[in-house]
């Protein structure tokens, strides 16, 4: 046995992001965790549920669950903000504390690595890898592995018995 490490295969734990503030994130720094991905955005219909995931993220975070957000324009350009101007929004309006990262794409040929692997690793309906809107959600198991794509329309709180179940693992 290869002390277990995962035989070569690609997980979460392979890439790098960087940081609302800029700086690069090592995705390994969240080995052992249960993860939360989720594609963002501060002016979609979907917005309301940065409460639900910060809700998700103080009653999990001391159990071994980090919630990630990346905020992306794609979507009728509704995450038009800078940096500082994201931060600021899902602080005062949301009460974000989970780490948010820099804008990214999800989709097409500028798309971040990190949701390329999350797009192939767990398709949407009917095997589409694409990311059909904002807050798509995206569960991650301890080792790395993708679990399971969520629709933008599941709310933060219909995943809790999954991530009860993967922390159990």
Same mark, same amino acid.
């Given at each position: ?86 931060? &600021? ?11 948010? =990262?820099? %804008?990214?794409? !999800?989709?097409? @040929? *500028? ?10 690793? &767990? ?11 904002? =807050?798509? %959600?995206?569960? !991650?198991?301890? @080792? *790395? ?25």
């Amino acid at each position: 046995m290869n002390s277990g490490m995962n035989s070569g295969k690609t997980t979460i734990h392979d890439f790098k992001a960087d940081s609302l503030a800029g700086a690069p994130v090592d995705l390994a720094s969240y080995r052992g965790k249960v993860l939360l991905i989720v594609n963002t955005a501060s002016n979609c219909g979907f917005t309301p549920q940065y409460k639900g995931l910060e809700a998700v993220y103080q009653q999990f975070k001391d159990k071994g669950v980090e919630v990630l957000g990346f905020p992306c324009n794609q979507f009728g350009k509704q995450e038009p903000g800078s940096a500082d101007e994201i931060g &600021a929004f899902c602080e005062k309006n949301y009460g974000v504390t989970f780490p948010l =990262f820099a %804008k990214i794409d !999800v989709n097409g @040929d *500028g798309a971040h690595p990190l949701f390329k692997h999350l797009k192939s690793a &767990a398709p949407g309906l009917l095997g589409s890898e694409a990311i059909k809107w904002n =807050f798509t %959600k995206f569960l !991650v198991k301890k @080792d *790395g592995t993708v679990y399971k794509r969520y629709a933008p329309q599941t709310a933060p709180e219909d995943l809790m018995k999954d991530i009860e179940r993967l922390l159990a693992e």
